[in-house]
């Protein structure tokens, strides 16, 4: 497990260090912008994040942060995913097995999203009290907005990559990218309807990819020997 932990974490300052510097630093200036407004901390907050896209209620900048922190969200699952499996197959499953590996890959693949997250929210909070000193906010109200968002992004992504995994199996290539955009097209763009039984359901999802894993297994330790 912890040959996984500093892999990842060792690709992503090495390969992805630019997207992560941006995942950073977009809300760091989207915080300035927003400090000249009136609008409260919670909704100023919301805003930055583009936590709540709703059709006629939103900014262009509530629209490119969401765009890049869920596309940044997506690329990232199916990176560090097919990562391995393309290109670091003998130094993974020659130890383990796939299931092994699924279930470490996808414990340390929501802890990190959980520090990303976490860390983004506390630049954002950093930014806003140097930005206009002191402010007034509930903690629980932050930490309801943290942890809804976390569980809609990591939901999104495991969506998306059993759609990416699903449509892998067809010929055609396009297929998969428009299976892709298709979903993100009817996936609600607000985390403030996010309902407690999608708990459930990325719970459900992670079991269905690691099944269909399951089923492909053969062809990926094909590629081994």
Same mark, same amino acid.
């Given at each position: 497990?912890?040959?996984?932990?500093?892999?990842?974490?060792?690709?992503?300052?090495?390969?992805?260090?630019?997207?992560?510097?941006?995942?950073?630093?977009?809300?760091?200036?989207?915080?300035?912008?927003?400090?000249?407004?009136?609008?409260?901390?919670?909704?100023?907050?919301?805003?930055?994040?583009?936590?709540?896209?709703?059709?006629?209620?939103?900014?262009?900048?509530?629209?490119?942060?969401?765009?890049?922190?869920?596309?940044?969200?997506?690329?990232?699952?199916?990176?560090?995913?097919?990562?391995?499996?393309?290109?670091?197959?003998?130094?993974?499953?020659?130890?383990?097995?796939?299931?092994?590996?699924?279930?470490?890959?996808?414990?340390?693949?929501?802890?990190?999203?959980?520090?990303?997250?976490?860390?983004?929210?506390?630049? *954002?909070? /950093?930014? @806003? !009290? =140097? %930005?206009?000193?002191? #402010?007034?906010? +509930?903690?629980?109200?932050?930490?309801? &907005?943290? $942890?809804?968002?976390?569980?809609?992004? *990591?939901? /999104?992504? @495991? !969506? =998306? %990559?059993?759609?990416? #995994?699903?449509? +892998?199996?067809?010929?055609?290539?396009? &297929?998969? $990218?428009?299976?892709?955009?298709?979903?993100?097209?009817?996936?609600?763009?607000?985390?403030?309807?996010?309902?407690?039984?999608?708990?459930?359901?990325?719970?459900?999802?992670?079991?269905?990819?690691?099944?269909?894993?399951?089923?492909?297994?053969?062809?990926?330790?094909?590629?081994?020997?």
């Amino acid at each position: 497990m912890m040959y996984l932990w500093l892999s990842d974490i060792y690709y992503l300052l090495r390969k992805r260090y630019l997207y992560l510097l941006i995942f950073f630093l977009l809300p760091i200036l989207s915080t300035f912008l927003i400090s000249f407004s009136s609008a409260g901390f919670v909704d100023s907050f919301i805003s930055v994040l583009g936590l709540n896209i709703i059709t006629n209620q939103y900014s262009p900048m509530e629209i490119i942060s969401y765009l890049y922190f869920v596309f940044f969200a997506l690329f990232l699952v199916i990176d560090l995913y097919l990562k391995d499996i393309l290109y670091q197959l003998d130094n993974i499953f020659m130890r383990m097995s796939l299931s092994k590996w699924y279930m470490h890959k996808t414990f340390l693949f929501i802890a990190v999203m959980f520090f990303l997250k976490l860390f983004q929210y506390l630049l *954002v909070v /950093l930014t @806003f !009290l =140097i %930005l206009k000193g002191p #402010i007034t906010f +509930s903690v629980l109200e932050l930490l309801q &907005l943290f $942890i809804t968002d976390t569980l809609y992004t *990591v939901l /999104l992504q @495991f !969506l =998306i %990559l059993f759609v990416a #995994i699903l449509s +892998s199996f067809s010929k055609v290539r396009w &297929l998969s $990218i428009l299976s892709i955009l298709i979903t993100f097209f009817f996936f609600p763009k607000s985390i403030l309807i996010f309902e407690r039984y999608w708990v459930v359901s990325i719970f459900f999802i992670v079991v269905l990819i690691f099944l269909i894993l399951k089923i492909i297994s053969k062809k990926i330790f094909e590629r081994i020997y």
